[in-house]
DNA sequence: CGTCGATACATGCAAACGCATGAAAATCGG
DNA sequence: CCGATTTTCATGCGTTTGCATGTATCGACG
C-alpha cells in the first residue's frame, strides 16, 4: 500500500526506511520477549556476540561501539557490569596509553554460545517462515548494501551539517 | 560475505536478521545525531508519527504500543510527557473505560510536520544514495512482508512456548 | 621538548526504562 | 446477577541510559 511505482525519490526513502525500522522493531520484539534474553539485555548480548566474532578476540572499545546502538558512556558501563559478572576482561591496549581492550572470558563465551544458539533458533523460527532463502538472501544483500554505504562512523562531530548543503 | 548460497536454512535466516539488524543500527546511529531529534527524542517523535497517521485522529494507548519498541509503562509514561509539553491530549475511551484514547494536538501536530519534513530529507539522503529506486522497493516489499508475516502482536504471554516446537 | 587540540575512556547526575504491582473496568462462567 | 479472571493503564522502585564533564594519552607543530 505505497509503492505506487512511481513516486518522488524523496517519499521512496522515507518509506523504505519506515518499512525496514518496522519490521525491526516487530521482530525484535519477539526476540526480546523470548526465553532467550533472562540472563542478558539484548544490549548485552550484542556487545557479547561482536567480541566472539573478533578474529583475535580482543577489541578496543570504541571500535566496539560503532557496532552497537548505545552512547560511549552507556557503552562503558555496560562493559564494567560485564566485567564485575566475570563475562568479559579487559586489559590496557599496549600500542595506546588510552585505550581499552577486551576479551570474553571461558565464560562469557560459554554464555554467547548457549544464548547465540537459541537467538539463532528464534530468530529462524521468525525469519524462516517468512520468507523464500532467495528473498533472504535478497534481502541480506541490501541491508548489507545500505549499511555500507552508510558506513560505520557516524562522523562523530559535526551537527547539523554532514548533510549535503540545503 | 555469507551467502555461499547453500548453507543451512537456519544459518541463512540468522545471517540474514544480522544483517538487518546492523542496516538499523547504523541508520539509525546517523538519525539519532542528525539536528532533526533535538526537541523530541525518536521514540517521542514515533509516538507523533504514529498519532499523524491514524485517520480517526484519535488512538488506544495500547494499539500505540504495538507499534512502539517500548514497555507499557514506559510508553504510559512518555505519553504523559509529551502531554505535560502539551503535544498531545488524553482522553477516557468512550466504549471502554478502562482504555485511554490520544490525540495530536494543534502544536503537537506542527511539532510532528516540522520535525518529519527534517527527519524525511535525512533519511532520503542516507538511503538514496544507497540503494537504487528498484532496491529500495524491493527492499521495502521484503521487510512488510517479514513484518507481516513475523505479526504485530507477540501474543503477550507464553513465555517460552510460542515457538512452534523443536 | 613544550604547548595545544583531538581522542579514548570514566564518572556525576538527572532522565528514562523495565519489572512488579495496584486499581478500575470489562468479560467470562455459573 | 455475582464472583473469578482478564484486560488496561498508572505507579513505586531499582537499573540503565545519555549528556556534560573530567582525566589521561596521543599526535601535530613550532
Known amino acids: ?92 591496549a599496549p600500542d595506546d596509553g588510552r585505550g581499552v581492550l577486551l576479551k570474553l572470558t571461558e565464560e562469557g563465551s560459554a554464555l554467547q554460545k548457549e544464548i547465540g544458539r537459541e537467538h539463532v533458533r528464534d530468530i529462524s523460527s521468525l525469519v524462516g517462515p517468512a520468507l523464500t532463502a532467495a528473498e533472504q538472501r535478497e534481502l541480506q544483500r541490501l541491508t548489507e548494501k545500505l549499511r555500507h554505504s552508510v558506513g560505520a562512523r557516524p562522523a562523530k562531530e559535526l551537527p547539523g551539517k554532514y548533510l549535503a548543503g540545503k
Chains 1, 2 share one sequence.
Open 1 to 92: 500500500m505505497a509503492s505506487d511505482g512511481n513516486e518522488s525519490p524523496i517519499r521512496l526513502a522515507a518509506e523504505t526506511w519506515e518499512s525496514l525500522f518496522r519490521a525491526q522493531v516487530a521482530v525484535m520484539r519477539r526476540l526480546q520477549a523470548g526465553p532467550a534474553f533472562r540472563k542478558v539485555a539484548i544490549n548485552e548480548y550484542d556487545v557479547l556476540f561482536t567480541l566472539s566474532r573478533c578474529p583475535s578476540g580482543w577489541l578496543r572499545l570504541n571500535e566496539l561501539n560503532d557496532h552497537v546502538l548505545l552512547s560511549q558512556s552507556s557503552l562503558s558501563r555496560l562493559v564494567e557490569r560485564l566485567e564485575k559478572r566475570g563475562l568479559v576482561v579487559r586489559m590496557a
